[in-house]
Each structure stands twice: as structure tokens, then as C-alpha cells.
């Protein structure tokens, strides 16, 4: 991390303007000093709604003795940083932020959720999985890579209701903060302890909710369920078929387009959300996959598995694998 002007103008002259910190200091690389809630909206979710979840993450921090300081994302949803003391593993954190999410999911589970597979989220999605080791998040102030250059911008709380995700961009960022002044200011003095929610957690599990899947590129944890889509699983609850892999997303959508003209009936039921764009991880690279729930289209319009278009998946050297969420 940059830590004068010396490196942030080095940064600059190498376009580096949107910074991924992990969440503890230098002085300690193994105890996490922040927990972070990602409000991650599925498609077709409005950002009023992403709204009213932050505020109940809000209410849901204080009842275990937490400030929560919101910022957007710069993309489509919002962050909720929650500065912590630097007591616990990167492993107490995550668990700390699962169980924050599924306490969230179940004050609103109409539209809230703490759902990793995607064919099973609605509503906004409570992301714990941001708080695994070695994930990272926007900074606050990063420029993110939008055609109106939008920029992460802390709030304070009584700003989140009027706060649209275009305010805030390289051209109006700097007048905002020299009239401001970084709204997050004061977020140092208030370091929390995560106690309250790991007795949630705790009593979660002994109700049943034990761990939850983590990302795909992390080896297989102690007590993790299996990793299994819900398409994949015996009995799949959501009719799932694969529309296309490609190295760049337009062309991943461009074949997604030529599958809705083929298929126009069916492509006609299909929500916002029942289309799934997983970006594809490897180790020095991404690529694209696109893929449909046909969960609300009638069984008899319902198209058949077909070959994929486009079929781009890199081939990765032996002993490499790629993984998407």
C-alpha cells in the first residue's frame, strides 16, 4: 500500500488506480483489523434495494456491539467496513461474517441472502466469502473500471438513501472531498470485538448451519459441505444449462444473445437473474462462462442442453484447474 506521495504518484504513472488491500496491517499479516460485508445485488435487482439490506446490516452490527461504515463499490453494490481489534484468525473472521449474513437472510429473507451458488441467490447477496485469506475488495477511493470512471466513495449512513452509484467519479470525487473530507475519518475509533457474533455462529452451528461452501480455488476446508451446484446434485432444484465459455465477456453475451434468437419462447420467461455470467478464475488468468436457469420457463419450452457457443475455455498446463463461483 502506498504510504506517501512519492508512491501514489508512482501508482498513477502506471494507471494503477484502483487499489485491492487485504484487511490487516503490516504489522500483523495474520489478524485481520477489519471485517468486510460486500452487498453483491443479483441482475435485475434495484439499487434501492441494496439500499434498505445495508441499513439492515446496520441494525444487525449494533445488536452485536459493531459499527458498520458503508462506502460503494464503484460497481453496483456497496461495502459495509467493520473496523475490528486485532484478536482473531482470518478464519474467526469469516465465520463471523457467515454468520452475519445468514442473520441478515433471516430478518429479510425476501430480499436477502447468504447463498453462494448463484442459482440459489435472490434479492442481494450477502458475500462472507470476501473475508477468506488472501481476498480483497476495492479500497476506498479506488477507480473502477466503468465508462463514467466511478470511484468507491464512504458514506455516512444518512447519505445511503439519497446516494446514487453516478455521484460519485474521478470528475466529482475530488470537489466531494475537499468539501467533506473523508467521511470515514474517525473509522480507527472504532475497533470492535467480534465476540457476540462468533456465539452466533456457535449456536448457528449447533442448529445445523455449520460452514458454508468457500470460494473454488481454496483447497477443500475441515467441516466445509460438499462442493456441489445445486444443478449438479441428484435431484437439482434449478434446471440449469450451459449457454457458452469465452476469454472475453462480450463474446461470452454475444452467444447468449444468438441462443435467445433461437430460442425466443423460452427466452421470453426468463428473469434478470435466471441468467447466470460466472467470470471463470484460474491463476494468471479469467475467462467467462454463461449459463441459464430455466426455472421459469414452462418444462415443455424448456431447450435441450446444446453445444456451446462459443467454446473458448483455455486449456490450463497439467496441474493447473480453474474454478468460478
Avoid at 289 to 309: F, G, M, S, T, Y
Amino acid at each position: 500500500m502506498p504510504r506517501d506521495a512519492a508512491a501514489l504518484v508512482w501508482m498513477a504513472n502506471l494507471a494503477c488506480l484502483e487499489l485491492h488491500p487485504h484487511p490487516v496491517r503490516a504489522d500483523d499479516l495474520d489478524h485481520p483489523d477489519e471485517l468486510r460485508v460486500d452487498l453483491d445485488p443479483v441482475p435485475g435487482v434495484p439499487w434501492a434495494q441494496v439500499r434498505e439490506v445495508a441499513h439492515l446490516v446496520r441494525a444487525t452490527l449494533k445488536d452485536m456491539g459493531l459499527a458498520g461504515w458503508p462506502k460503494t463499490s464503484g460497481s453496483r453494490g456497496m461495502h459495509v467496513i467493520v473496523r475490528i481489534e486485532q484478536r482473531w484468525s482470518f478464519d474467526q473472521v469469516r465465520r463471523s461474517a457467515l454468520a452475519l449474513a445468514r442473520e441478515v437472510e433471516r430478518r429479510a429473507p425476501g430480499i436477502a441472502t447468504s447463498k453462494w451458488w448463484k442459482e440459489e441467490r435472490q434479492g442481494v447477496f450477502v458475500d462472507y466469502n470476501q473475508n477468506a485469506k488472501d481476498r480483497t475488495v476495492a479500497s476506498a477511493y479506488s477507480v473502477r473500471p466503468t465508462p463514467d470512471a466511478r470511484v468507491s466513495a464512504p458514506l455516512d449512513w444518512d447519505e445511503v438513501d439519497s446516494a446514487e452509484l453516478g455521484d460519485f467519479t474521478l470528475a466529482t470525487m475530488p470537489g466531494r472531498f475537499a468539501k467533506l473530507g473523508d467521511r470515514h475519518a474517525g473509522i480507527d475509533k472504532e475497533a470492535g470485538s467480534l465476540d457476540r457474533l462468533l456465539e452466533l455462529s456457535a449456536q448457528q452451528e449447533r442448529e445445523g448451519q455449520g460452514d458454508a461452501p468457500w470460494p473454488p480455488h481454496y483447497r477443500k476446508q475441515q467441516g466445509e459441505p460438499p462442493r456441489v451446484q445445486p444443478s449438479k446434485r441428484r435431484v437439482p432444484k434449478h434446471p440449469l444449462i450451459e449457454i457458452g465459455r469465452a476469454l472475453k465477456k462480450e463474446d461470452a453475451l454475444a452467444g447468449m444473445e444468438r441462443w435467445k434468437a433461437r430460442h425466443p419462447e423460452a427466452a421470453e420467461h426468463l428473469e434478470p437473474a435466471d441468467v447466470l455470467v460466472d467470470q471463470m478464475r484460474g491463476r494468471s488468468s479469467a475467462w467467462y462462462r454463461i449459463r441459464v436457469n430455466l426455472q421459469h420457463v414452462p418444462e415443455e419450452l424448456r431447450p435441450e442442453q446444446e453445444a456451446l457457443d462459443p467454446d473458448e475455455e483455455p486449456r490450463w498446463p497439467e496441474g493447473w484447474g480453474a474454478g468460478g463461483t
